[in-house]
């Protein structure tokens, strides 16, 4: 755990980086920093391992005062990940990742051995390990940060916007790979970013800050979306912040109609195995009493899978519907049912205003009306 204990920062020229923290990130989970630009939240991140000392205050690391320990040993025992992942440049990548352990005494062979582990755990194909860093793509190199940080198994990962030098779709990847990991791992993790998506996604715990380090609100992602402490905080959120917090609920549970009949006039057509190939529209009016024997058909049918995807997925699903139906799949993609449109509405009201759900435990919900 650690704890930010009134921990400021100015520098020599005046500047106040960082007014007087207090804030817990608690054990095993991921706590995000977000807020604009030179809030503060890089500062916050590296009063911990010792990068940047606060001017007054305390930062306590499982009840120690950082300030106390000795650096280098701290820095050893903390996994970083910067932007554009930070890999010497001169170094594989195998030996990019033993870094730590080897600077810990590692012998050669078991560095490279938990290297080779590494790689594997953060998704990259064993080859990879032979590369230099200029030979890998920029997901690729972030990968590897991710891997090295985790090198020595530190139960503490800071990580400074790891996902912002990629595109959207690589960072999606990213995050995705990161969920999947604290799944296994349960490091504490402190993220820094700017993106509210990225916070949302990826926090137990989010952190909004207002300029010198301020603390706007504290809540997990879907009371932060719900119940914004004021009027900057929910600006900061962004509009649909609703549609947004669909995307913490799952749909599960919503009654489903056998989806072979049709279904106001159209009907989803399947293939051999029973997945879905497009609607087939009910046949077009007569014009001038001549009757059409032609039908429209819609081949793009957008999906849901029940307990796998959210809220947002299946209202998606039942928008996107010609008949206003939501299409249920199971993970091999064959139809379940139909959801129509006023089932997954009635989804939405059962699972109640996100303001209703539960903290994730250890965590709590605070909101600060503003920065005093
Ligand atoms: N060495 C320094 N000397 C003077 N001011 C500094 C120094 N380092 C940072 N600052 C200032 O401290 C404030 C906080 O900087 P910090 O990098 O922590 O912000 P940030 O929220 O991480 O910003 P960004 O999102 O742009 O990375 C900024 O106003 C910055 O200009």
Redesign the pocket.
Known sequence: MIRFDGAA?R???G????EGLDLTVPQGRTTVLV????????????MVNRMVEPTSGRVLLDGADVARLDAAKLRRGIGYVIQQAGLFPHRRVVDNIATVPRLLGWDRRRARKRAMELLELVGLAPETARRYPFQLSGGQQQRVGVARALAADPPLLLM??PFSAVDPVVRAGLQDELLRLQAELNKTVLF?T?DIEEAVRLGDQIVV?R???RIAQVADPATLLAAPADEQVAAFLGRDRGLRGLALRPATDIPLRPAGEPFEGWTLTVDQDGRPTGWQGPARAPVDGVPLDRTETIRQVAVYQPGADTLRTALDSAVLSPARAAVAVDRDGRVLGLAPRAAVLDALDAAGPDTRTQPAAGITASGVTDGR
Do not use: N, Q, W, Y
């Open positions: 920062k520098h020599p020229d500047t106040l980086a960082v807020g604009p630009s030179g809030c503060g939240k890089t500062t916050i991140l590296r400074d916007e820094v700017h800050l300029e010198h380090g």
